[in-house]
């Protein structure tokens, strides 16, 4: 039994936090980590290629044996390892770079990193040809379109990952962006805007979950300092224990001079003082 009402503990440890801070470098040094596990399991993944490969652009008597990888483990160590700490290489990624940004940085990332590790793999463990553009020592028998494709796939491969790579990174600070213009519009409401009581009359379960948090779509509906009554949909991620259910009240937020701009609309489930909170953290 606790002698300290639980919502006032809240709204307490909400003052101290304050805004969230940016990852110090410890948490870099997990996300390094993460990319090195991930460059282990493409250059694992480079060795096992070996044979397989070969059989493209070698003929039968130059080919590696065909035996169980030396460095198979690389595989498991890798993949398992990365994706032991692709978690909390979410969670830095998302707090720098916000929302959506986060998820594809770390796709970005993991995708960058098995690109080294395969293209060092295959530097490292593919057996060089003879003569190249021939599948025999004695350079009469030439490579068609398929020796081509196998000898070189150790450069289109690594180079093709890394391409995608670059393009979730730009979609990345692209989504950085929004977020950052989202969080600004949001605290410009919030410090500058004025606050009236509002209603959620609907709530729709989205089929997302974000660390076993649910992404929820509400409908709010409010009345605005000219009494006209309006509804606004905002989308959130709630604790599982409070779900929002039609009929909470809310706490709305709107600019005068705009009422009807849903993107500067903003919607808070607390009570009088935990809206004061946010107000005062918005105006910092």
Known sequence: ????????ARRRERLRAGA??????????LVAACAGLWAMFGYGVGDVATYPIATGYLAAPLQPPNETPALLWMLFVGVFGAMILGFAADAVLGAALGGAGGGFAAF???????ALGL??????????PPHLGFFDAAGSLPWGG???LSWTAQYWAPGLLAAISAALTLAAFGARRRHLRRQRRLRETLSQGQRVPGTVTETHHTGIE???????????????HLGTERWVSKTGQFDPTRIPRVGDPVQVWFLRE?????????????????AEIEERLAAQ
Do not use: C, H, K
């Open 258 to 274: 705009a009422p009807g701009d849903e993107d500067r609309i903003a919607v808070g489930f607390g009570s009088d003082e935990d």
């Open 146 to 148: 398929g020796g081509w």
């Open 108 to 114: 970005a990332l993991s995708l960058a990193a098995v």
């Open 1 to 8: 039994m606790s002698t300290v009402d639980p919502a006032l």
């Open 20 to 29: 969230q801070p940016r990852p110090g470098w410890r948490a870099w040094l």
């Open 210 to 224: 974000v660390g076993n948090e649910p992404r929820i779509r509400f409908v709010t509906r409010f009345v605005d």
């Open 119 to 128: 293209w060092r793999g295959a530097a490292d463990r593919w057996v060089r």
